[in-house]
T-cell receptor, first 113, second 109 residues
């Protein structure tokens, strides 16, 4: 069982370019999340989805969009990347929003230059 | 605003005991979580507290006092592999996790 998989593992991106970070889980979890992690700061929620077909904004949604067409996939798109979006991005999932444990992907290290 | 506070860094000796504290102020409370994160890796779940008291799981224990907005993670019989960051997080009234910045634990031989 793979669990939750992110792609790519790392990426260097020119400012202004569009980029989609992929996230796939095979645990049939209803809830999925995108976080960014920056040095000295806690994980910050970008967007979430409590079930397929629904999405919501987290703490830092500006400049990002998501879709949840099915249970397994939850891609995160940067429409026009800026250097402040340089970060490590983690996708996570849980059985439900009220569930006690979230499972994380291995992360995507994104550098915007 | 919502806030989770924990020390930035702690150092301990192999075989010893260390306590990592976490204080929180959040909009609602639906549980407190501790995660472990090794450098360059994803966070992994350690413990969950929703009621006051101590939860023990092997070498790790977690304590919660909701009236004080306080938790600690206790690690016993420290091993070198315990060198990692320990993240405290609280689920707020919307069931979203609010995260602390993490405590980097350095274990010395």
């Amino acid at each position: 069982i793979a669990g939750i998989t992110q792609a790519p593992t790392s990426q260097i991106l020119a400012a202004g370019r569009r980029m989609t970070l992929r996230c796939t889980q095979d645990m049939r979890h209803n809830a999925m999340y995108w976080y960014r992690q920056d040095l000295g700061l806690g994980l910050r929620l970008i967007h979430y989805s409590n079930t397929a077909g629904t999405t919501g904004k987290g703490e830092v949604p500006d400049g990002y969009s998501v879709s949840r067409a099915n249970t397994d996939d939850f891609p995160l798109t940067l429409a026009s990347a800026v250097p402040s979006q340089t970060s490590v991005y983690f996708c996570a999932s849980s059985q439900g929003a009220e569930d006690t444990e979230a499972f994380f992907g291995q992360g995507t290290r994104l550098t915007v230059v | 605003g919502q806030n989770i506070d924990q020390p930035t860094e702690m150092t301990a000796t192999e075989g010893a005991i260390v306590q990592i504290n976490c204080t929180y102020q959040t909009s609602g409370f639906n549980g407190l979580f501790w995660y472990q994160q090794h450098a360059g890796e994803a966070p992994t779940f350690l413990s969950y507290n929703v009621l006051d008291g101590l939860e023990e799981k092997g070498r790790f224990s977690s304590f919660l006092s909701r009236s004080k907005g306080y938790s600690y993670l206790l690690l016993k019989e420290l091993q070198m592999k315990d060198s990692a960051s320990y993240l405290c997080a609280v689920k707020d009234s919307n069931y979203q996790l609010i995260w602390g910045a993490g405590t980097k634990l350095i274990i010395k031989p």
